[in-house]
């Protein structure tokens, strides 16, 4: 009789972990998923994918009126109707979430729609009370929106709630400027909400190379978008209209209708037992592992946000596939993290891959950098004064392109490509002879000065 009830009991079925217990089960392991939520996790059932949708639903605002310079006439009482997008991307998180399902249970993967909690290194209690035993266990809970603590903050939202909102906000105030409060505040200026976006430094995008952030930050204002810098929360009170009043540090309260977190998100791991089998936390309280996904307690191992390495959806799937084929598939791997490319589904969208310019002087002395500063040809025409910015740079000795990092529509598709030539090392003379793709926004690219 088999020693434990399991070879692998996986927490967590998200993006990590459901690659993770789907190759384990395909390479022949006894395995079990608990997901206390909903199979898909963050970026199926409330992150990159119903986000994605709100992104391509906001864009018609645009497209819309761009419409009429290209001859279309299109009424100016045109309406949108948010319930409509709503129930159709909630429908399609179903669809996905469906489609996860099966392939785990088609795959021999058991799953618990249960919360579990780590009692030992190989020890595990279900919500329900069952207590179950495997040889190894993976942690791929995730992360969690994280929330300052300031008076009111109950009254505010976060990611997690933003797909079920009633209706769109009149006016609404976005905390945090990074990924999640960039994105929303493009999703909603279009969807016709005043937004206002306030952060505690005046850097927007942290990360990401200055122009290029400095560019949506231009192109934001220009749109619209009313921008609060060096501004810590003070507190929000609710009034008896349900209205919101904020009050921030170094400028005026501002009253509005909906309040929404975007601070940044913090490791899954509050009482999930981790301590009862010796396993390290950082003092975020991620789980800290090696290379190869193990932490302090051998038998444990985790992936994915929860380790806060790189936050994003194609990352966790790597460590998950990587701890499979390794520990059950005899072939071991580890993650490459250089070159991962991200992007920012903003409007208009902002892409990157490598080294930004800052990063590239510090670490390599004398760097080159070609620019394309370009009004997209769709642009011009509808007489939309919206400028991309593409910036290449390059090892000043080698000429290999270090880093690359773009703005402007379509940004990440073009970049997903043009990131493969930055993983392989290519330099800027083999982007120079490649011919011209005309005419697109792309062929930018190979004609850099
Ligand atoms: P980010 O880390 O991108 O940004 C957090 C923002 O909140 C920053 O502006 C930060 O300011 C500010 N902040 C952090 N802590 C506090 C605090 N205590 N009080 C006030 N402000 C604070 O986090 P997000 O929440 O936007 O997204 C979380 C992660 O999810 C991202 O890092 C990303 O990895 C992933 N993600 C990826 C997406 C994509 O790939 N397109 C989309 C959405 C999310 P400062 O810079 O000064 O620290």
Redesign the pocket.
């Known amino acids: 009789m088999a020693k434990y009830d399991y070879d692998l009991f996986v927490i967590g079925a998200g993006s990590g972990g459901t690659r993770a217990a789907r190759v384990s089960a395909a390479h022949g392991a006894r395995v079990a998923v608990a997901e206390e939520y909903r199979v898909g996790g963050t970026c199926v059932i409330r ?2 994918v119903p ?1 994605k949708l709100l992104v391509y639903g906001a864009h018609f605002a645009e497209d819309l009126k761009d419409a009429r310079r290209f001859g279309w006439k299109v009424p100016d009482a045109c309406e949108f109707d948010w319930k409509c997008l709503q129930e159709n991307v909630l429908a399609e998180v179903d669809r996905i979430n469906a489609a996860y399902t099966s392939t785990l249970e088609s795959h021999g993967v058991e799953i618990i729609p249960e919360r579990a909690v780590v009692t030992g290194p190989h020890s595990l209690k279900l919500a329900g009370g069952r207590e179950v035993t495997a040889e190894r266990i993976l942690i791929a809970v995730g ?1 969690r ?2 929330v ?1 603590s300031c008076p009111g903050h109950e009254h505010g939202i976060t ?1 997690n709630d933003v797909f079920h909102l009633d209706a769109i906000p009149k006016r609404i105030l976005i ?7 960039n ?1 929303f505040a493009g999703i909603f200026n279009e969807f016709g909400s005043k937004v206002t976006l306030i ?3 005046d ?4 990360g990401y190379d200055e122009s290029i952030r400095d560019r949506l930050l231009q192109i934001s204002m220009m749109k619209g978008l009313d921008f609060r810098f060096h501004a ?2 003070e507190g929000i009170t609710k009034g008896k209209d349900g209205c919101l009043t904020v009050k921030m540090s170094n400028h005026e309260p501002i009253t509005v209708d909906c309040v929404m977190f ?4 913090v490791p899954n791991t509050d009482g999930l037992g981790l301590d009862t089998a010796g396993v390290d936390l950082d003092d975020k309280g991620a789980v800290v592992v090696d290379a190869d996904n193990q932490s302090s307690c051998k038998s444990i191992y985790a992936v994915g946000d929860v380790t806060n390495r ?4 194609p990352v966790a799937i790597r460590e998950g596939q990587a701890f499979a084929d390794s520990v059950y598939g005899n072939k071991p791997t580890r993650v490459d993290y250089t070159n991962i490319p ?4 903003s409007h208009p969208p902002m892409a990157g891959v490598g080294l930004t310019e800052a990063e590239a002087k510090q670490k390599l002395g004398t760097v080159k950098v070609y620019l394309s500063d370009f009004r997209a040809m769709k642009n011009v025409l509808a007489n939309r004064n919206e400028r991309c910015l593409y910036k290449m740079v390059c090892e000043a000795e080698t000429d290999v392109v270090v880093g690359l990092h773009m703005i402007g529509p379509d940004a990440p598709e073009i970049l997903q490509a043009a990131a493969i030539a930055v993983k392989a090392g290519l330099t800027k003379q083999d982007f120079d002879d490649t011919v011209a793709l005309h005419p697109s926004m792309a062929e930018e690219l190979v004609l850099l000065r």
């Open positions: 992150g990159c986000k992360a929106p994280h300052p990611s905390a945090g400027a990074g990924y999640i409060a994105e952060n505690r430094t850097v927007i995008l942290r810590d929360f975007a601070t940044g998100r790189v936050q994003l959806t991200s992007a920012v589904f």
